[in-house]
């Protein structure tokens, strides 16, 4: 894998603060993801991860400077960055239920167009958007197309909750906690989809605080402690970080990044294709 300095800068947030009151849930946090990056953001439950999605996505106040492709976004509305590229999900995948996984991922391709509508009725049918299929093909979810999502497991609700987010074709994919209530096996499921998806060319920025599934598949880590980034780099280089460790196992309930971790992460690496 080519270096990050010869790579186009997708994403790029300087000093990006939130405050809630007295409270900063973000503290001047830099970070870039690069044009065919798969980059994770880690943290323990409160460490300000959703805060940052929610942040340069538009969903909470902030300061600082969020730029997207180049561009400053950071007066932008939810919409108006959602248009320039910006596609995310939510740690609640809400799914239609009384809609088909087609028709769910058909409703985010927006309003079609009068002269869609026109063929769909000289047809004798809906128009289909052939972004729907596409997007299940990429996370080999066309044989789900015409199940309703009552139907489907967890990590399966997961996975279509991503290929809604695809549908838009964006420039960046940001994923708010995808393996949320998934067990071993699903979020092992997950990780190699989503690298499928980084290796067919989806820029992606993982927001987990499943260290294992993170350090497993992302080419590049950050990791938030109490809002700001205290370490960055390799996937290896933050399995030895003495900043991360000591956050991660000195504090109860947090990820831990211990031997166990370490080893099969590193064997989840070998199946996903991970690359340093």
Not at 265 to 272: C, I
Request: charged share 20%.
């Amino acid at each position: 894998m080519s270096t990050t300095a010869t790579r186009t800068t997708v994403l790029a947030t300087e000093g990006l603060c939130v405050r809630y009151g007295g409270v900063r849930a973000l503290d001047q946090v830099n970070l870039e993801v690069h044009a065919g990056q798969l980059v994770g953001l880690i943290g323990a439950n409160g460490a300000g991860k959703t805060t940052f999605i929610d942040a340069i996505t538009g969903f909470t106040g902030a300061q600082g400077r969020v730029t997207l492709g180049g561009h400053d976004i950071g007066g932008l509305a939810p919409h108006r960055r959602a248009i320039r590229g910006l596609a995310r999900t939510w740690q609640s995948t809400e799914l239609f239920d009384d809609l088909t996984v087609s028709e769910n991922l058909a409703v985010a391709c927006g309003l079609p167009t009068a002269r869609r509508l026109l063929t769909g009725l000289i047809r004798a049918r809906a128009y289909v958007d052939p972004r729907v299929a596409e997007s299940l093909a990429l996370l080999d979810l066309g044989t789900l197309c015409d199940q309703l999502p009552t139907s489907l497991s967890l990590g399966q609700r997961k996975l279509v909750g991503v290929a809604r987010a695809l549908v838009a074709q964006p420039m960046l994919l940001c994923l708010d906690e995808p393996a949320a209530g998934l067990d071993a096996r699903e979020s092992r499921v997950l990780g190699g989809r989503l690298r499928q998806l980084v290796d067919g060319g989806i820029t992606t920025l993982l927001i987990d605080h499943d260290m294992n599934l993170v350090l497993s598949v992302c080419d590049y880590v950050y990791v938030l402690d109490f809002g700001q980034v205290i370490a960055h780099g390799t996937p290896q280089e933050i399995r030895v970080n003495e900043a991360v460790i000591q956050a991660h196992l000195g504090r109860p309930g947090s990820p831990a990044v211990s031997d166990d971790v370490i080893e099969e992460a590193e064997g989840l690496g070998e199946v996903t294709g991970a690359q340093p």
